[in-house]
C-alpha cells in the first residue's frame, strides 16, 4: 500500500484517534481506534498494532511511529 493511503493516511488515523487523552499507551490508542468509525477501521488498528510500546504524549507522537510501520 502507498503511503498516506488507506489505514496509513495521518487524516484517517487521527479520525480513529479522536477523544483520546495524552499520555496513552499503545493499548489506549488501538482500543479507541477499535471504536473508530468507517469500514477502514480495521486498516487502521492493523497499523497501530504495530506500532512501539510506550506512552504517546501527542498525535505527532502516534504518527511518526506510524511512519516506520512498513
Known amino acids: 500500500m502507498a503511503r498516506g493511503v488507506g489505514g496509513r493516511g495521518p487524516a484517517n488515523i487521527m479520525k480513529h484517534m479522536k477523544g483520546i487523552h495524552f499520555p496513552a499507551s499503545k493499548e ?3 482500543n479507541q481506534a ?3 468509525p468507517g ?3 480495521d486498516q487502521v488498528v492493523g497499523v497501530l498494532e504495530q506500532i512501539t510500546e ?3 504524549s501527542s ?3 502516534i504518527m511518526k ?3 516506520k510501520v512498513k
Open 34 to 36: 477499535k471504536q473508530g
Open 54 to 56: 510506550k506512552q504517546y
Open 28 to 30: 489506549q490508542i488501538v
Open 65 to 67: 511511529e506510524v511512519g
Open 39 to 41: 469500514p477502514d477501521k
Open 59 to 61: 498525535p505527532a507522537e
